[in-house]
T-cell receptor, first 113, second 113 residues
Framework: DARVTQTPRHKVTEMGQEVTMRCQPI?????VFWYRQTMMQGLELLAY????????DSGMPKDRFSAEMPDATLATLKIQPSEPRDSAVYFC???????????FGPGTRLTVT | GNSVTQMEGPVTLSEEAFLTINCTYT??????LFWYVQYPGEGLQLLLK?????DKGSNKGFEATYRKETTSFHLEKGSVQVSDSVVYFC????????????FGQGTILTVHP
């Protein structure tokens, strides 16, 4: 049963600390998305990659957020320095070319104090 | 830009009642439309989709018809069950089959026995 995996599932950190979230897309999926979910803003796209190349990161605060795909099996989202307003659930999703269904990971719940 | 508007929640129904969750959208071109569900503590899962006007998506007793003339994609089910008590998200992707999703704000459904 192929799934998107995300680590860590929960992260509590202090303001100013660096946070790295990891995502392993489903093998063979060539498009990877990062979404953020908050009560106030709902679900919003942060960035996405196709064939490991960044296609759109306009939803991401550039001064503190960065997203990369070092290889086809790993996507990372980094926040440095973290702020309390970054507290949210961060989801990774993947899809294969030509398909419609995005498969979501279970999310990383980030709390910045 | 693209946007999705869902009816305000939460929605509370008795078991076997008829369900409608309204969804309207604004998009350029010819978007694909989706309904996703979110179980507590988990990522989103695709419930159904429609990729062109007048298409009807259906799954597990749920249906939604892509109405271009009213820019709507309302979710319906004839007889809800307690197990349908989750959060429902309407979403669209513009253009390509594996494009980024724009989500509505989500509707919490609670079904009482």
């Amino acid at each position: 049963d192929a799934r998107v995996t995300q680590t860590p599932r929960h992260k509590v950190t202090e303001m100013g600390q660096e946070v790295t979230m990891r995502c392993q897309p489903i093998l063979g999926h060539n498009t990877v998305f990062w979404y953020r979910q908050t009560m106030m803003q709902g679900l919003e796209l942060l960035a996405y990659f196709r064939n490991r190349a960044p296609l759109d990161d306009s939803g991401m605060p550039k001064d503190r957020f960065s997203a990369e795909m070092p290889d086809a099996t790993l996507a990372t989202l980094k926040i440095q320095p973290s702020e309390p307003r970054d507290s949210a659930v961060y989801f990774c999703a993947s899809v294969t070319g030509g398909a419609y269904e995005q498969y979501f990971g279970p999310g990383t719940r980030l709390t910045v104090t | 830009g693209n946007s999705v508007t869902q009816m305000e929640g939460p929605v509370t129904l008795s078991e076997e009642a008829f369900l409608t969750i309204n969804c309207t959208y604004t998009a350029t071109g010819y978007p694909s439309l989706f309904w996703y569900v979110q179980y507590p503590g988990e990522g989103l899962q695709l419930l159904l989709k429609a990729t062109k006007a007048d298409d009807k998506g259906s799954n597990k007793g749920f249906e939604a018809t892509y109405r271009k003339e009213t820019t709507s994609f309302h979710l319906e089910k004839g007889s809800v069950q307690v197990s349908d008590s989750v959060v429902y998200f309407c979403a669209l992707s513009g253009g390509t089959s594996y494009g980024k999703l724009t989500f509505g704000q989500g509707t919490i459904l609670t079904v009482h026995p």
